[in-house]
């Protein structure tokens, strides 16, 4: 009797088995779980560069080469990054449909997740900016009036104060920015399309960004209101200048006429 009872077991035994198993369990998962989701992770990536590397040889290699190192046609798309590609491609500017001083936005031929597969290939061939996120170029809670304030010391020498666009040197223009989506804004800030200088994060953080587009969206929303009136376009001071001269001058120059022809007839008189 006295042996049996040395032998049986303590009521928390169970218990302390129990809690090992689980432990042994969670630690399998932990182990196991993560590698297999990087694993799947890995084999979607590798299945977008493959089909993003088919869709390149149809429609890009012509001009930037077979793999991406550019040529007479076209430039190197070796390091420019997967936001370049989102927004060339998504803005319809590429392919382009032939040379010269700049590459016009057009209709979109890609689909999105087409895009998304060329932009995974020529991310492959080097590292560069990134495609932001939804929650990157959300313009919610952003300072509208520190926006403002970055855009006319960095960008209204090109875009014009509200973001209207203008004419450049040489053929080249800055595109109206009415109705641009706030992800292209961002991306074409993170990588300086055509003759536009890029801010990288370094230069321009990222809340930055999301402050400028905040203020392109509340200066061309449907309900803004413009305090000085017509707005002649909002072109600035050349639409307005030149209306001053064709309109104000010619307007000068009917009275004199009116006032010289009556002159005339009162002297006769």
């Excluded at 550019?70 to 927004?87: C, E, I, M, N, Y």
């Excluded at 590429?94 to 689909?111: D, E, F, L, N, T």
């Excluded at 641009?180 to 200088?197: L, N």
Aim: negative net charge.
């Amino acid at each position: 009797m006295k042996k049996l009872s040395a032998r049986r077991r303590h009521p928390l035994a169970a218990v302390v088995v129990l809690l090992l198993a689980l432990a042994a369990t969670g630690g399998l998962y932990a182990a196991f779980a993560p590698a297999g989701k990087a694993q799947a992770d890995e084999t979607a990536q590798s299945l977008a560069i493959e089909e993003g590397k088919k869709l390149y040889a149809v429609g890009c290699a012509s001009c930037h080469g077979t793999g991406g190192q550019g040529t007479s046609d076209g430039p190197s798309l070796v390091g420019v990054g997967s936001a370049a590609v989102d927004f060339q491609v998504g803005t319809g500017r590429m392919p382009a449909q032939q040379p010269g001083a700049q590459v016009p936005k057009k209709k979109v031929i890609y689909s999105q997740a087409e895009i998304d597969q060329l932009a995974a290939y020529v991310a492959s061939l080097g590292a560069g900016p990134v495609t932001p996120t939804d929650k990157q170029v959300d313009p919610a809670g952003a300072d509208v009036a520190n926006g403002g304030e970055l855009f006319r010391t960095n960008c209204a020498q090109c875009h014009n104060f509200t973001g209207k666009g203008g004419a450049l040197t040489e053929g080249k223009y800055a595109p109206d920015l009415e109705g641009v989506s706030p992800k292209h804004i961002y991306e074409a800030m993170q990588t300086g399309p055509q003759s536009m200088p890029s801010f990288p994060d370094t230069m321009m953080p990222e809340q930055e960004k999301k402050d400028i587009i905040a203020y392109i969206e509340s200066v061309n929303g449907d309900e803004t209101e413009s305090p000085g009136g017509l707005a002649l376009g909002g072109l600035g001071p050349v639409s307005e200048g030149l209306f001053a001269w064709i309109f104000g001058l010619g307007a000068l120059v009917a009275v004199a006429v009116w006032v010289a022809a009556h002159t005339a007839k009162a002297k006769k008189s």
